[in-house]
């Protein structure tokens, strides 16, 4: 559900990215092309298999209960033993043969093609805003002046001449990426990888999420050559554009020609304005829950056709564009004293929601966010690719940035000219008192949202992989969940069902699958980290088995056999109208299980993004993302304030604490004679 690192081969900078080359199956002799372009299917897991690894999965829930006064581990485990026998010999083995025909049946897999996007996405009614959205921030392009980045450019009603660059920058140079995934390759081979980034590449463009009643819909591709599909749309102090970034023949705009296009846009903007008009704040409607938003989109269409047709171009563009005229206060890093660094939380708000939820478009998979000081970032979508894809666009871009362009003009020349040039279009919009009250309403609950909201990102320098694999000898990412295992309890003394995102892009428009990451193995671990009487000798060999448990069930997941889609499946098949119900499923403790009150990620590298971040799942849990460069690990960490339990910069010392206490057994103990498990 969440964005993870997905090969050794992506997880390098954009910078390090080969040189981009034409398909050709004879740089491959002996490989069969075609064969290379087929993903095989995502397999239906066997039954048993699955049954056996959920029970597992559950007993640090059970041992947790027994230790606190709850049923006692023997019997509650025997119960649900007995209870998965009695679903194999049974109901199981029918919904078991039920998924297998549907699988069958399906185009692609019989996750994609039938549950996945409603039940993970479509059909939560949660606003967006913060919840489900994911947000990147974008590092600095060194190209631009600092006194653009000191906020000492002339502007234009809060737009600066350097913003409206680098955003023509970052939206001309993913649009030859996007293109480039198309129709060349990047890599030298054909790979498996390669396949699945085209087809998730060509998911996050030319779509958007549509409010419907229960269950969202995503729009239909429209012809790649129409006026719609060849435009980007800009928000600019509320207002919508679309500005033409592709020409007839499909190539994309020069970065000139659309910046000079944003140019149209803002001084249109600074017209309006100075006539005392306001705009329509259609934007803020898509903050709201799903059910709202739905009313209001109807009632929008029914108002005029106008509506219905600026929503359609909105839908059908390639990706928005956020000018905000507004920024954060200029900072550096807060220094922490266990080798951290914290993000400075203002900026990292504006990209995700802004002040208050206005001018964006929650609804559109890929949304640039440009600020008057050059400061820049993503928010997406995540219904139609899951954010990884968008990251890797992105970083191409961020590396390109605007010194690889042919500007024939300074951008505060460009600014100064007072032509208008055409290839652009103001959005119109009808409304009514109703809505006008629906726009007050929805930013007073977006304000709350974004209150409630206690999120930051901190790099943790004291070291990075590098070092956890070539001195500890350890897998990154199960040594960063670990991590993440032990803060969690010294902050609530007790463990949680967590969650961590693994990619199935070895198959036909794979997605996810849940790694599992507290285990028995875990906990042994993370109680004897909190046990002073615990050699560190033996805290190692606990962390090492701890890592090799992580690694077994990362590669299961990634290999589609996992658990809880294959779950998901047979619950779905179920047909309770017919009396069909199973103890299994309607055991506290398998809801339980999946309560992720730790909802993980790991990214890549991250060397262009100075963070990452997304919501937490529950109201009294955690969403944490993470970058392992090589010598730096950034934390992007959100909480919700309103909960007493939880507290994001609490969370940030435990981590950090958590990894220096990592380090020293490391350090300490005999680990060149360790069987040490790597990815």
Not at 544 to 566: M, P, S, V, Y
């Amino acid at each position: 559900m969440r964005f993870r690192a997905f090969s050794s081969t992506m997880k390098k900078s954009a910078t390090m990215m080969p040189q981009v080359r034409k398909r050709d199956a004879s740089t491959s002799p002996g490989v069969d092309a075609k064969a290379l372009t087929v993903l095989p299917r995502l397999p239906v897991p066997a039954l048993r298999s699955t049954l056996d690894k959920y029970l597992q999965s559950i007993k640090p829930l059970l041992l947790q209960d027994d230790l606190h006064g709850g049923a006692a581990f023997d019997s509650a485990f025997q119960q649900r033993v007995q209870w998965a026998k009695e679903f194999e010999a049974g109901l199981g083995a029918t919904l078991q043969a039920r998924l297998v025909a549907l699988d069958k049946g399906s185009p692609h897999n019989w996750l994609n093609d039938n549950f996945w996007l409603q039940k993970a996405y479509l059909e939560w009614r949660s606003p967006l805003l913060v919840n489900s959205n994911w947000w990147l921030i974008f590092q600095d392009d060194v190209e631009i002046p600092e006194s653009a980045k000191n906020g000492l450019s002339e502007t234009v009603i809060g737009i600066s001449p350097w913003q409206v660059r680098r955003s023509a920058s970052l939206v001309y140079h993913s649009l030859v990426f996007k293109d480039t995934l198309s129709e060349s390759e990047v890599l030298p081979n054909l790979t498996k990888t390669q396949v699945w980034l085209n087809n998730a590449n060509h998911n996050m463009w030319n779509i958007a999420r549509v409010p419907r009643p229960n269950c969202d819909v995503l729009t239909e591709k429209v012809d790649p050559g129409s006026p719609d599909a060849r435009s980007t749309v800009v928000l600019i102090h509320d207002f919508f554009y679309a500005i033409e970034v592709y020409d007839e023949s499909l190539k994309p705009h020069t970065p000139a020609t659309i910046e000079r296009r944003l140019w149209s846009c803002v001084r249109d903007v600074e017209r309006r304005l100075a006539s005392g008009e306001r705009a329509k704040p259609i934007g803020i409607l898509t903050t709201d829950d799903r059910d709202r938003w739905t009313e209001n989109y109807d009632r929008l269409r029914s108002l005029s056709p106008v509506n219905g047709r600026t929503l359609d171009i909105i839908h059908h563009s390639v990706m928005c564009l956020s000018l905000d005229h507004f920024t954060s206060p200029i900072g550096s890093f807060e220094v922490h004293p266990r080798g951290c660094r914290r993000e400075i939380k203002e900026h990292l708000h504006l990209v995700r929601s802004s002040l208050d939820g206005r001018n964006r478009f929650m609804d559109k998979p890929v949304s640039f966010i440009v600020d008057p000081l050059t400061r820049a970032g993503a928010m997406g979508e995540h219904s139609p690719v899951d954010a990884l894809v968008p990251s890797i666009v992105t970083e191409y871009a961020i590396v390109k940035g605007v010194s690889h362009d042919s500007y024939l003009s300074s951008p505060e020349a460009v600014a100064s000219e007072l032509q208008t040039l055409d290839g652009w279009r103001k959005l119109e919009w009808i409304t009514d008192d109703r809505t006008e009250r629906e726009f007050r309403g929805a930013e007073e609950r977006a304000k709350e949202i974004i209150a409630d909201s206690d999120d930051n990102v901190f790099h943790f320098s004291a070291y990075g992989a590098d070092w956890i694999k070539a001195q500890a000898r350890l897998s990154p990412d199960a040594y960063i969940q670990m991590a993440l295992q032990l803060a969690w309890f010294r902050t609530r003394g007790s463990f949680t069902a967590t969650y961590e995102t693994a990619l199935t892009r070895l198959f036909q428009h794979g997605r996810t699958e849940t790694i599992r990451t507290l285990t028995n193995d875990s906990c042994d671990w993370v109680r004897s980290m909190c046990d002073t009487t615990v050699s560190s000798k033996r805290k190692l060999e606990l962390l090492n088995r701890a890592i090799q448990t992580h690694t077994r069930l990362t590669r299961e997941a990634a290999t589609g056999k996992g658990i809880d889609r294959h779950l998901m499946g047979l619950r779905l098949l179920m047909k309770p109208e017919n009396g069909e119900t199973a103890d299994l499923f309607s055991d506290e403790l398998f809801q339980r299980s999946q309560a992720w009150k730790l909802s993980t990620s790991g990214l890549s590298a991250g060397y262009q993004f100075r963070g990452t971040g997304f919501g937490a799942m529950y109201p009294d849990g955690y969403g944490i993302n993470y970058l392992a460069g090589p010598d730096l690990i950034k934390f992007g960490i959100e909480s919700k304030r309103s909960c007493e339990e939880t507290s994001t910069e609490g969370f940030i010392d435990a981590v950090a604490l958590a990894l220096h206490d990592m380090r020293d057994i490391c350090e300490q103990g005999p680990n060149s004679t360790q069987v040490t498990a790597r990815l």
